[in-house]
């Protein structure tokens, strides 16, 4: 059973700034403007970006901060991503379609974004019928505690524990890459993410895409036994 992991945000779609317009209005719930302050955000966990913000926005920091906060992203982002035009990344649903007629093949998402997030996200596009498991990010602020979810997910929906040389992360970021060795699983790039794409190449993935659109290229990569 060849089982992958998918990433969401620069790898199955692009947001097109849904997520950074939801935050801030969640921040002018608050009475606050969205300040012009440095947060990464590609790869990492909701927990993570949010915690960010508000300590850039001198806001009380702790678990339930976090999450309430979370609730009202979440809330605005439905809309947003409607009036920011978000839009699925090439030939996604076309590869996700064929991935799910195979009968060795197992679907699952790795992501930072949380659970609700997610089925936002996917749920715009009518994608979440395709994922068959997940693991989420609004919870943690590591990523690499993310994969090991997803792996446990990916057990649990299985009823066995997966063939690591045939389990894949799917991701257009270094922590992709990254979050795959964490568990002791291959990485297959993709270059479809706002990130530099010498360093995403140079993470040493165990296979580099241009992009999703080629699904031969595809299932040749996640058919490999090296």
Known sequence: ??????DIDG?????????????QRGLEKRGLKLREVDIPVHGRTDQAIILDLLQAHEMEVS????????????????????????KLLPGI?????HLNQLNHVS???????????TEIKLGHFKLLEFFQFGAYGEYTSDRCTV?????????GFLRFEPDRHRTWVIGDTVHDVRCARSIGVKALAVGTGHVCLDELRSSQPD????????????????????
């Open 93 to 97: 649903l076309e590869l996700l379609v």
């Open 11 to 23: 790898t199955l779609l692009s947001t097109a700034g849904a997520g950074r317009l939801a935050m």
């Open 207 to 226: 296979c580099y895409l241009d992009d999703l659109s080629d699904i031969a290229a595809v299932v040749k990569a996640i058919e490999t036994d090296d």
């Open 63 to 86: 678990d339930q901060s976090i999450q309430t906060f979370y609730a009202d992203y979440v809330a605005e982002l439905g809309l947003a991503m409607q009036q920011c035009e978000a």
């Open 147 to 155: 994969a090991a979810n997803a792996f446990q997910a990916a057990g």
């Open 107 to 117: 679907v699952g998402i790795l992501t930072g974004n949380g659970r609700r997030a």
């Open 1 to 6: 059973m060849n089982v992958l992991l998918f």
